[in-house]
């Protein structure tokens, strides 16, 4: 891995353009030997440490550190609450009425159902939403109109709404409409008497205008109170949730990995874990119904464990608002319990978890005080702490790079020469370097290797190992540089061992490989 910005580099020195031009008539040509000095530089795993993949051990070592989500449900996927009406008409009981000025002659309270499935909801917080409301009365007189919703309050204040309706008639009602933005409003659906649910309340009242004449009115002049409730998101709710159930397949891609063709891995003391959180005050339990990997040999690995397949039962979450906290259970893995090794060494591409999850498994066992808040979630997460400790067994990393070789004007060709590299490494591991030239169809021109690998440090266990210097050639023939016309890809191969055919070898900060890259090429000017 730490030799493809080298690579990068290689290519332009294999392919030198010359940016020469000439006023002369005559032509001429000759040889000339460049020695041109391109990359000096090193590479180490500091940068990782910044990326909270890694943290340093006392002793230097390094320490792999991962954290990622395997599963995350929040109340937006478990409660929805559906866009719902409620209307309520009133008008007097008798045939006509003569209304004095400021006389209340109608005030009625009524409870709706609010429609919420299999739910049973006794209190929702809303984080957004709106109603449209709208209010019509066919009255030919000036009257006051009042529309109270008794169980819908922001900041303990009750939501009321009073108009002065101008005169109507039944063929052209007065109307008066209002869009409620609803953020932050709290909905009490247990009804009048405080022991329903999914009930919310309205009440209306209607009165002469004080200040007008009497008013004749009829069993005919129904006043019209509508309200719809519309994209309500809660942040808050109690109640019985219903027994839901959810299961999925999610993928995930190892991207580092796509450039791994080759080899394999051996790693020690390994130690993985799942933690499963219900931040939900309600009964629920879970499941994986599937842990597989898809190597970069082409082959699948499953991770098996006496707990991945059954059922694990997930506790409720304690505390309030702002003390929530999740019940937590925790899958461990290692060498002794599962196939963790085996899942790993596999050197995944791509891994697939499926997963199901069932809410209220038992039933109403609450008695309807099951909580959500805004901040409850359903996790699952991996996290890793081990030593960074591998061994490598022709583990082999590839990359391609498109090349543009243009010397239509043959003004400059490359006759023969090589590359050098003069490489120190402090690292454990040697390298083989290879070279694949293709053309535009992908076929193979020539192939090249190193005349000797990069050497590793010898010093397994040495948090200060020795430095190993080397020194490696790419020689390039006149035969091959002529190839170099049909030039369109370059693929640039590492071949990665640990001393000993695979042996375990740690991490240290502080080690490095640092490189040198020369060019000794004979070229051929013709002008």
Request: glycine residues 6%.
């Amino acid at each position: 891995m730490f030799f493809f910005v080298l690579m990068r580099n290689i290519a332009t020195l294999i392919l030198i353009v010359a940016l020469f031009a000439s006023c002369r008539k005559e032509k001429a040509s000759w040889d000339s030997d460049w020695r041109v000095p391109l990359i000096h530089d090193s590479l180490t795993l500091s940068k990782l440490v910044t990326d909270s993949i890694l943290d340093i051990n006392a002793d230097g070592s390094y320490q792999l550190v991962i954290n990622r989500d395997l599963l995350n449900l929040n109340i937006d996927s478990l409660l929805q609450l559906p866009d719902t009406v409620i209307r309520q008409n009133v008008a007097i009981a008798v045939s006509e009425v003569n209304v004095p000025p400021g006389f209340s002659f109608l005030n009625e309270t009524e409870d709706h159902t609010f429609e919420v499935a299999d739910l049973i909801l006794k209190k929702v917080v809303l984080a957004s939403g709106m109603a449209d409301i709208e209010i019509s009365s066919p009255i030919n007189a000036p009257t006051i109109l009042t529309l109270t919703l008794p169980s819908v309050k922001k900041d303990g204040i009750v939501y009321s709404k009073t108009i002065n309706a101008p005169p109507g008639s039944l063929s052209s009602p007065s109307t008066t409409r209002e869009v409620l933005d609803l953020s932050g409003y709290e909905i009490d659906l247990t009804g009048q008497d405080g022991s329903s649910f999914n009930i919310i309340q309205s009440q209306v009242s209607v009165s002469s205008d004080p200040n007008g004449d009497p008013v004749t009115v009829t069993s005919q002049d129904t006043v019209r109170f509508n309200v719809e409730f519309k994209k309500l998101t809660p942040s808050y709710a109690r109640g019985y949730f219903g027994n839901q159930s959810f299961s999925d397949t999610t993928t995930f891609d190892f991207d580092l990995m796509n450039s791994i063709v080759a080899g394999a891995i051996d790693l020690d003391n390994i130690s993985l874990n799942i933690r499963v959180e219900n931040g939900l005050k309600t009964s629920a339990r879970a499941k994986f119904t599937q842990v597989q990997n898809d190597g970069v040999s082409g082959s699948s690995v499953g991770l098996s464990h006496p707990e991945l397949g059954p059922w694990i039962w997930l506790n409720q979450a304690t505390g309030d608002w702002n003390s929530l906290v999740p019940s937590v259970h925790n899958i461990q893995f290692d060498q002794s319990n599962s196939t963790i090794e085996a899942f790993l060494e596999n050197i995944p591409k791509f891994m697939r978890v499926g997963y199901a999850f069932e809410l209220n498994p038992w039933g109403n066992t609450s008695g309807g005080y099951d909580e959500f808040f805004s901040h409850s979630t359903v996790r699952a997460f991996l996290t890793a702490n081990m030593p960074l400790a591998i061994g490598m067994n022709n583990l082999t990393y590839a990359d391609t790079f498109a090349l543009n070789y243009d010397n239509s004007q043959g003004t400059i060709s490359v006759k023969s020469g090589t590359i050098e590299i003069e490489a120190s490494n402090s690292y454990s591991f040697d390298a083989d370097l290879h070279l694949e030239f293709l053309d535009a169809t992908n076929t193979v021109l020539f192939q090249k290797s190193g005349d000797q690998k990069i050497k590793g440090s010898t010093s397994l266990a040495n948090s200060a190992p020795d430095v190993e210097k080397s020194k490696i050639q790419i020689t390039l023939s006149e035969e091959e540089t002529s190839k170099l016309k049909d030039l369109e890809n370059l693929v640039v191969k590492a071949v990665f061992d640990t001393p000993q055919s695979g042996s375990i070898s740690t991490f240290y900060n502080g080690q490095f490989i640092a490189f040198k890259l020369f060019t000794n090429l004979k070229l051929t000017v013709k002008f």
